[in-house]
């Protein structure tokens, strides 16, 4: 257990909040919930086939040999203020009604999931990532008999990070299907260090949410269809991330969110008591933040959004994504004043720019 005591107690040292070690064996049982989940069609925007599923869920694909994955955890629970602890207490009275009552008074803005207002959360991962398998290979110099082999992976790896980290023993899965933890919620970012030592594994957790199920009630899309069972056709998260079209009967369910969602992580009371972090890189960056303008984003250049949003999770979705999802929030928070800057975006050269800029002028004046 040296090694793993001395890989721990570094890990607290340069700021990872959560650690855990599992082995590489494949991860069936996860396996088994992706093949029903694609033959459901949840998966279908995911471009999930059976083969990438089976790549996915066996770490040996990844490094052939593989013995351990060492699973970390940053929290992203960053302190805003009052403004936060409103939020949540509104956040238990939720539906998409009150919600456009509270935009009245917010004026032409938009939400900005809480993981995407710092700097982009996998520079960050995978910054520590790599502190942490330097420090393994220094305590490794002098042992010809362990050559340290390791891979790297951060949320777009191909590997399942949340079984990783629920079988590291870093949290258990909730029934929006995020991991959550005892000092952190789900307020978590997860990162892997794929490696062929042998390392002794944690026990799994086993934990659960007993009878809450206030996330499933929460979702105004229905996206949590029953307990651990996501539609993710119809998460807003990822509808708000995803390219092209988003069905017109989703369009006023989205509100004013225009990346990402944490409807089902405010309503969670496992995330109302938990601990703050300090760290200056999950901060919001201006525009970035709870409340961001939306007009500039309408009509926003390459040279704009590059400016704006560099070095964010929001960079990788690209401008006309953020644009779309702008005028999508336009036209339900309904403020006439935005008419103009949807007007000149009905003569944008690109097909679903305009066609969503049709539908917000409509729903505007039809209100």
């Not at 257990?1 to 599992?22: P, V």
């Not at 799994?204 to 069972?229: H, M, Q, R």
């Amino acid at each position: 257990m040296y090694l793993e005591s001395e890989i721990k107690n570094f890990s607290k040292k340069i700021g990872i909040d959560a650690i855990g070690i599992t082995s590489a064996k494949p991860f069936n049982n996860v396996k088994r919930i992706f093949i029903d989940r694609v033959r459901r069609g949840f998966y279908k925007d995911l471009n999930y086939t059976i083969e990438k599923i089976n790549f996915i869920c066996n770490p040996k694909n990844m490094l052939t040999d593989a013995k351990s994955i060492i699973s970390i955890a940053l929290s992203y629970n960053v302190p805003i203020g009052e403004e936060k602890i409103e939020e949540r207490e509104n956040s238990y009275e939720y539906d998409i009604h009150s919600e456009e009552r509270k935009t009245k008074k917010r004026g032409n803005t938009g939400i900005i999931a809480k993981f995407a207002w710092g700097i982009d959360y996998h520079k960050v991962l995978k910054n520590k990532l790599k502190i942490l398998a330097d420090f393994i290979s220094s305590k490794l110099l002098n042992d010809s008999k362990k050559r340290f082999k390791y891979k790297i992976l951060v949320d777009t790896g191909p590997i399942v990070d949340r079984a990783v980290a629920n079988r590291a023993g870093i949290g258990w899965y909730g029934k929006n299907c995020n991991i959550i933890t005892k000092r952190f919620g789900s307020w978590i970012l997860l990162g892997e260090i794929l490696t062929n030592l042998k390392l002794k594994p944690d026990e799994p957790n086993f934990e659960n949410c007993g009878d809450c199920d206030l996330c499933i009630k929460a979702c105004p899309t229905g996206a949590i269809i029953s307990p651990y069972v996501i539609d993710v056709r119809k998460c807003i998260s990822h509808i708000t991330q995803k390219r092209g079209e988003i069905p017109l009967n989703l369009l006023e369910k989205i509100g004013r969110r225009i990346y990402g969602c944490d409807i089902c992580q405010d309503v969670c009371p496992l995330n109302k008591e938990v601990e703050f972090v300090e760290k200056d890189y999950f901060l919001p960056i201006p525009p970035r933040g709870k409340n961001i303008n939306l007009l500039p984003l309408v009509c926003m250049s390459e040279i704009e959004f590059n400016r704006w949003f560099k070095n964010s999770a929001i960079s990788w979705v690209g401008k006309d994504v953020l644009r779309r999802n702008a005028i999508i929030a336009l036209g339900n928070v309904g403020e006439s004043n935005s008419m103009v800057f949807l007007s000149k975006a009905t003569e944008d050269r690109d097909e679903i720019i305009r066609k969503y800029a049709s539908w917000a002028i409509n729903k505007i004046k039809n209100r």
